[in-house]
């Protein structure tokens, strides 16, 4: 459990970088129940964001997905799962 809980504390703050460096937010202006949009993240970032989500977790993700979990919270927990099914899927 604790494993899980540090996974998305890092998905969480992978994230919080990107929107700090990509989109010149300050750390404490970012709230993990945002939406995502509310700081300038758009198509171009988002997939950009993707990008870096994939190489950092090693998934196959679709850019759709920020729009559909379109806060910290939700992305994160929906990236958490994809890990989990995909961690499942390597020891079948």
Request: net charge negative; proline share 2%; charged share 20%.
């Amino acid at each position: 459990m604790d494993q899980q809980v540090d996974t998305i504390k890092h998905i969480k703050q992978t994230i919080s970088t990107f929107i700090c460096n990509e989109l010149s937010v300050d750390i404490e202006d970012i709230d993990s129940e945002t939406n995502l949009g509310a700081y300038g993240l758009g198509s171009t970032a988002a997939t950009i964001l993707t990008g870096i989500l994939e190489n950092t977790y090693q998934l196959r993700l679709s850019p759709l997905l920020v729009f559909d979990y379109p806060t910290i919270d939700t992305l994160a927990a929906a990236i958490n799962e994809q890990l989990k099914e995909s961690q499942e899927l390597t020891r079948s």
